[in-house]
Structures are given as C-alpha cells and as structure tokens.
C-alpha cells in the first residue's frame, strides 16, 4: 500500500519480534500514539498552526524536566506543561491563535528554562540518571514498561476519540473560521480545546518519539496526506493510516538494525513516504494554477 | 570542559567588587574568546532576527537553527570540525525550505509541513549520529544547550568572517529585501525578484544560525534571533533604528547571560533567554502603557477621525 508498509513486510526478522513484550509495549503504545498525532497533525496543518506543534513539543522537555528535577512524576509534569502552555497560546492569541513572533518568544523561554532543570536535575540529583535529558529529548520507546503502554494506547485513543468527535465543526472553523463562526460554531472554544489536545498529544508522544521529534509525526503524515488528497475526510483517514504504518516500519526497522534509535527509524520512514509525494503534481496545485490561469 | 568549569568555580565566587570580579573573569583566555564569538554573533542574529521577525518566518528559522545539531553531530562522526557541519547543514536547509513551491492559498500551508518535517528528520539524524558515536553522550546537552567555554581563537576569526560576509551580503540586498518583506505584491509588481530574495535571506539566515549555534547550543539559537528583534520592533517601526535597537538588546543580555552563567552553575543558554524574555515583556508593556496613554491624550481625535 505505502512505501513505509512494503519496507515493514521486506524487513527481515520482524515477526520473530513480537514475541518480545518489549517490542508488544513499543507496538501498542506505538500504534495509539501515531494515530492520534496523524488525527491531530491533519488539523494542525490545515489551520497552519504547525509552529504551535513544534512550541508545543519544546515545551513538554520543560515540562518533563522540571518534574524531574523537583521530584514529581516524569508523566505529570509532561502533560500539566503542555496543557497549560497550549491555553496560555490559544489566552495571547485573538481568535483562540497567538502570533507566531509571540509564540517563539515565549517557547525560548520555556527552552532557556528548561536547560535551567536540566542542570538543577543532574547536577542536584547526581546519583539520577545523567541522561534523562536526551531520553526525554529524543524518546525511548522500547523501554516502556506494560503499565505505561497501557496508559499510552487508553490516552492515545482517548485523543483520537475527541478529535473525531469535534472533527466536524473544527474542519469547518479551519477552512472558513469567518462564515462557522456567523453559522454559529463555537470557534473560539474549538481553538481552545484543539490546541489542548494538540498539547496532549505532544505530552503522548514524548515518550514515544521524544519531545524533538514529535514534529515529524504531527506533520509528515499530514503534509503527505494534504499532497494526496484534497477531500478532508479521506485525508484526514489517511495520514492516521500513514503515520500508523510509518510508526510500525520504524520500530520494524530499528528491531532489525539494532545500532538504529526507533525515534530515527519512525522519522525516517515518514519523511521517506512525505518525499515520495513530491513525486507527483499535487490535486491541489493544479487547482490552484487553473483558477489563477 | 567540566574540570575547567570546576575550575572556574572553585577560583572565583560572586564578591562585593564587582570590578575585581570582571578582572578575575577576563583573566581567563577562554572567557576573552566567549566574550569576543559572543558579540560576533550577537550582532549577526540581532540583525538578522529583525528580518526574520519581520518577514514573519519565525518557523523557518527555528528550523535552520536547530539543525544545526545533526550537522555538529554528523562532523564530530566523520572526524571534521564541528563548525563545517554547522555550517554546512544550516545551509542546506535553507535551500530545500526555499526550494519548496509555494504561491496561492496552499503555499502557506505546505510550506509549513515541510519545514516541520526538515525539521524534525535532522533532528532524528542527529540522534543517529550520536547513537553511532559512542561517547558523545555528554556533549549532546553542550550541544543543544550552549557552553561557552573552549572556544578557541580559531573560532572566532571564522565567526568574525563569517558575521561579515552575512552582514555584507544582507546590506547588499536590504534595501529590496525591506521592500520584498513589507509588500511582496507591490515590489513583485515594480520588478523586484521576490522570490530570489527570498531564498538569499533564508541562506544568509541559515549561515547566522550555524555562527551562533555554536555559543548559545542549537536549542537556543532562536532565542537570540527572535527576542530581540520582537522587543525592537515593539518599540520603534522605523527599520534603521530597530536594526540598531535589536543588535544592543542581543549583544546586552548576551553579556550578561555570559557573565552570570560564569559566577553560576547554570547553563548560558538559560540565563540568555531569561533576560531576552524580560527586555521583551518589559518592552511590550513599555509599548502597551504608552499607547494606552497616547489613546487616552488623542481620544477625541481618533473618534472624529473614525467617524
């Protein structure tokens, strides 16, 4: 079907690899957390709020550090930080949308700040595991344990749930916010509650792919999906499809090449199937070259 | 580089003489050396971040600065100096991001899923190449995050040349780029290549962002390309001295942050955005305050004019 699902197929030795549980928790959590940031990532690039995924995802470092470094739990601080700053953009914005100046500027703040934990955590905590910072940076997601797989798939599928259930009225704020809004769709709750879960998948997600990488599950698949096809339901269908098998072809390709982070196959296989859609002309460049022709 | 930094703390502590301290602080080569690369570079993103800021293309250049870190990481693999790897991913970025076509309503919104994925697939390049370098694990956080020290002599001549020819090539074409960033359909009309421009400056930002990667750490590059040029063109809309405002707030709290991270054990990059961050909010309640006040002196001319 995809580039991603043949290389998955062609990779050698993978079915030996669900017997592992460790590889069965990867795959679980795995597969819940692409399909909710493909859901996610479709809208974020239609309502072109890609930077605010990319602000999103450095601030769930921060936000994983600073529970570190006072001692809560890794998860609190992942989803309390992201939460929080998705309502502080959609507060600063008019419409539910922040300026993309604000919103860098407050994010490098938020980075600054966590280097700030960083420190505080290895340096305070010197007996802790120096490396949390990179673990939390760049994910690691063969190490989950059968509790936090479970909890990853029920919140991942839990996000999936809400974005379908407001998928409606949110296609129709992002494509036309002015006449939703005169038809009487709350479009400044949608913001709102949009940017949550987009901050709730990035928290998700950071386990997964690590709070630097999320950007390429939020918006290879979609960006793919918005080359293929014009028409919203189908596209939305089909970058969760991608991203589930893009997801599925990294962690393939990371069992059977072992040097190989996970993070970098996932990435890897979905910036490949987003390449591959440059290859052809577009539905919606050609739409847009004959009504300017 | 740790034992330097324990060094550092073990020969001097915060005093009450604070000229016996900057004495005490440039006693040290490396900390001239940071001090020097620090200007450098902050003079080049100042300058810079104006244009950015003012082109709205904060996302391309946060991209073209945090790939920065594959292209260290990739060098530091291949055995080469980690200022080539900067260099030469943060410029190969800039041309596939301006490579991407755009023009018309969709432009915006593929140009935006393609800067992410750049984006985030170097970032996981990186994160390869550190895999396969075995060792580096501490220098990934200097990486990301900044670290002032050991910064050679070396280094900063290439800073200094690099700053020059980006800021040589940036006056050329500033005063079209201005009008290309302000108005592309007018300057388009009037005969300016827009489009060329365009991918000019995203390479001339991709060459600050690899210069000043290399002092604040990847991560943070964008802080001092962003902040002080938002608090500078919050202040005054005039461009000649917004450029001028935005290069003294970057090189300000750049000496700043070097100083306090060097009587501290926190990292540069921190103390850098924390007070970028503060010239801005206070700039934009500075701003906020006066036009609040110039609303309420002219009330009746604005409602005359309104109206």
Redesign the interface.
């Given at each position: 079907m995809t580039p991603g699902a043949t290389v998955l197929l062609a990779a050698p030795g993978w079915a030996p690899a669900l017997g592992h549980p460790f590889f069965q928790h990867a795959l679980l959590a795995g597969t819940a957390i692409a399909a909710a940031a493909g859901l996610v990532g479709y809208f974020l690039?239609?309502r072109?709020q890609?930077?605010t995924?990319?602000a999103l995802s450095?601030v769930a470092f921060t936000g994983a550090l600073a529970a570190l470094a006072l001692g809560a739990s890794l998860r609190i601080g992942l989803y309390a930080g992201t939460i929080a700053f998705a309502l502080l953009l959609g507060v600063l914005g008019r419409r539910g949308r922040a300026d993309?100046?604000v919103?860098?500027?407050?994010f490098?703040?938020i980075?600054?700040?966590g280097?700030?934990f960083?420190?505080?955590y290895t340096?305070s905590r010197s007996a802790g595991n120096g490396?949390a910072?990179?673990g939390v940076?760049?994910g690691s997601i063969f190490g989950l344990s059968s509790g936090q797989a479970l909890a990853a798939a029920l919140v991942g599928a839990g996000i999936c749930a809400a974005v379908l259930f407001v998928a409606r009225p949110l296609l129709f704020a992002s494509v036309d916010e002015a006449v939703a809004a005169a038809r009487g769709v709350p479009v400044r709750v949608l913001g709102f509650g949009f940017l949550a879960l987009v901050g709730a998948c990035a928290a998700e997600a950071t386990q997964a792919v690590?709070s630097?990488?999320?950007?390429?599950?939020?918006?290879?698949p979609?960006?793919a999906a918005?080359?293929m096809t014009a028409r919203p339901y189908r596209a939305l269908a089909l970058s969760a499809a991608l991203a589930v098998a893009e997801m599925w072809a990294g962690l393939g390709m990371s069992y059977a090449v072992p040097?190989?982070?996970p993070?970098?196959g996932?990435?890897?296989a979905?910036?490949a199937v987003?390449a591959a859609t440059f290859l052809r002309d577009?539905p919606?460049?050609r739409r847009?070259a004959a009504?300017?022709g | 580089m740790i034992t330097l930094l324990q060094l550092a703390d073990a020969a001097t502590g915060w005093s009450w003489n604070p000229a016996e301290d900057l004495r005490q602080m440039w006693a040290f080569p490396f900390m001239v050396n940071a001090f020097r690369a620090g200007t450098i570079v902050a003079v080049t993103a100042g300058v810079m971040g104006w244009f950015m800021?003012l082109r709205?293309q904060?996302?391309a250049?946060?991209t073209l600065a945090?790939v920065g870190f594959p292209g260290a990481s990739g060098a530091v693999l291949v055995g080469v100096s980690a200022t080539y790897g900067y260099f030469a991913f943060c410029v190969a970025a800039a041309l596939v991001i301006a490579a991407v076509?755009r023009?018309?309503?969709?432009g915006?919104?593929?140009e935006?899923?393609?800067?992410?994925?750049i984006?985030?697939?170097l970032?996981?390049?990186g994160?390869?190449f550190?895999?396969?370098y075995k060792g580096l694990?501490g220098g990934?956080?200097s990486l990301?995050?900044?670290s002032f020290l050991g910064i050679t002599t070396t280094q900063v001549w290439v800073l200094l040349a690099v700053a020059v020819v980006v800021l040589g090539a940036l006056a050329a074409i500033g005063r079209p780029l201005l009008f290309a960033s302000v108005d592309p359909d007018v300057a388009a009309a009037r005969g300016v290549p827009v489009q060329l421009l365009s991918t000019a400056f995203l390479v001339l930002l991709g060459a600050a962002a690899a210069g000043t990667s290399q002092i604040t750490?990847t991560?943070?590059v964008?802080?001092l390309l962003?902040?002080p040029a938002?608090t500078a063109q919050s202040l005054t809309a005039r461009p000649g001295l917004g450029l001028a405002l935005s290069a003294a707030v970057a090189v300000a709290v750049t000496w700043l942050g070097l100083t306090v991270a060097y009587f501290t054990?926190?990292?540069i990059?921190?103390?850098?955005?924390?007070f970028?961050?503060g010239c801005?909010v206070l700039a934009r309640l500075g701003a906020f305050a006066a036009g609040r006040l110039q609303a309420r002196s002219a009330a009746p001319l604005t409602a005359g004019g309104a109206a």
């Amino acid at each position: 079907m995809t580039p991603g699902a043949t290389v998955l197929l062609a990779a050698p030795g993978w079915a030996p690899a669900l017997g592992h549980p460790f590889f069965q928790h990867a795959l679980l959590a795995g597969t819940a957390i692409a399909a909710a940031a493909g859901l996610v990532g479709y809208f974020l690039v239609l309502r072109a709020q890609v930077f605010t995924g990319d602000a999103l995802s450095h601030v769930a470092f921060t936000g994983a550090l600073a529970a570190l470094a006072l001692g809560a739990s890794l998860r609190i601080g992942l989803y309390a930080g992201t939460i929080a700053f998705a309502l502080l953009l959609g507060v600063l914005g008019r419409r539910g949308r922040a300026d993309d100046v604000v919103i860098g500027n407050v994010f490098s703040w938020i980075l600054g700040l966590g280097a700030f934990f960083l420190t505080l955590y290895t340096t305070s905590r010197s007996a802790g595991n120096g490396n949390a910072g990179v673990g939390v940076l760049f994910g690691s997601i063969f190490g989950l344990s059968s509790g936090q797989a479970l909890a990853a798939a029920l919140v991942g599928a839990g996000i999936c749930a809400a974005v379908l259930f407001v998928a409606r009225p949110l296609l129709f704020a992002s494509v036309d916010e002015a006449v939703a809004a005169a038809r009487g769709v709350p479009v400044r709750v949608l913001g709102f509650g949009f940017l949550a879960l987009v901050g709730a998948c990035a928290a998700e997600a950071t386990q997964a792919v690590g709070s630097l990488l999320i950007l390429g599950l939020l918006a290879a698949p979609a960006g793919a999906a918005h080359r293929m096809t014009a028409r919203p339901y189908r596209a939305l269908a089909l970058s969760a499809a991608l991203a589930v098998a893009e997801m599925w072809a990294g962690l393939g390709m990371s069992y059977a090449v072992p040097r190989m982070p996970p993070s970098f196959g996932i990435l890897a296989a979905a910036t490949a199937v987003y390449a591959a859609t440059f290859l052809r002309d577009p539905p919606g460049r050609r739409r847009t070259a004959a009504a300017a022709g | 580089m740790i034992t330097l930094l324990q060094l550092a703390d073990a020969a001097t502590g915060w005093s009450w003489n604070p000229a016996e301290d900057l004495r005490q602080m440039w006693a040290f080569p490396f900390m001239v050396n940071a001090f020097r690369a620090g200007t450098i570079v902050a003079v080049t993103a100042g300058v810079m971040g104006w244009f950015m800021v003012l082109r709205r293309q904060s996302f391309a250049g946060h991209t073209l600065a945090t790939v920065g870190f594959p292209g260290a990481s990739g060098a530091v693999l291949v055995g080469v100096s980690a200022t080539y790897g900067y260099f030469a991913f943060c410029v190969a970025a800039a041309l596939v991001i301006a490579a991407v076509p755009r023009g018309g309503r969709d432009g915006g919104v593929q140009e935006s899923a393609l800067t992410g994925t750049i984006q985030a697939f170097l970032l996981a390049c990186g994160f390869l190449f550190t895999a396969l370098y075995k060792g580096l694990l501490g220098g990934t956080t200097s990486l990301l995050f900044g670290s002032f020290l050991g910064i050679t002599t070396t280094q900063v001549w290439v800073l200094l040349a690099v700053a020059v020819v980006v800021l040589g090539a940036l006056a050329a074409i500033g005063r079209p780029l201005l009008f290309a960033s302000v108005d592309p359909d007018v300057a388009a009309a009037r005969g300016v290549p827009v489009q060329l421009l365009s991918t000019a400056f995203l390479v001339l930002l991709g060459a600050a962002a690899a210069g000043t990667s290399q002092i604040t750490g990847t991560l943070l590059v964008f802080a001092l390309l962003v902040m002080p040029a938002a608090t500078a063109q919050s202040l005054t809309a005039r461009p000649g001295l917004g450029l001028a405002l935005s290069a003294a707030v970057a090189v300000a709290v750049t000496w700043l942050g070097l100083t306090v991270a060097y009587f501290t054990p926190y990292p540069i990059g921190f103390w850098v955005t924390t007070f970028a961050f503060g010239c801005h909010v206070l700039a934009r309640l500075g701003a906020f305050a006066a036009g609040r006040l110039q609303a309420r002196s002219a009330a009746p001319l604005t409602a005359g004019g309104a109206a």
